[in-house]
């Protein structure tokens, strides 16, 4: 998001969350791919969804307690 522009903590630190939770994801839609239930596409999209509205949620709360922070604009 625009706000991880202005702060270095929240970009360094919402990019290492986001890369571990996206391969925790990858592995649940290898697994998910494995077993070929019906339901494993929606493991897939809602996986995703919720690993993206974790990490933009997680840099906005870095950002805001940043000190360093540059308001975004």
């Known amino acids: ?3 991880t522009l202005t702060s270095r903590l929240a970009w360094d630190r919402s990019h290492r969350l986001g890369s571990k939770l996206f ?4 592995l649940l839609f290898i697994a998910a791919g494995i077993i070929g239930k019906p339901w494993a596409l929606g493991v897939a999209v809602g996986g995703t969804v919720m690993v993206t509205i ?3 949620g997680y840099s906005y709360v870095i950002w805001k ?3 360093n ?4 604009g």
């Open 1 to 3: 998001m625009r706000w």
């Open 23 to 26: 391969m925790g994801a990858g």
């Open 54 to 56: 974790i990490t933009v």
């Open 65 to 67: 307690g940043d000190p």
């Open 69 to 72: 922070r540059v308001p975004p």
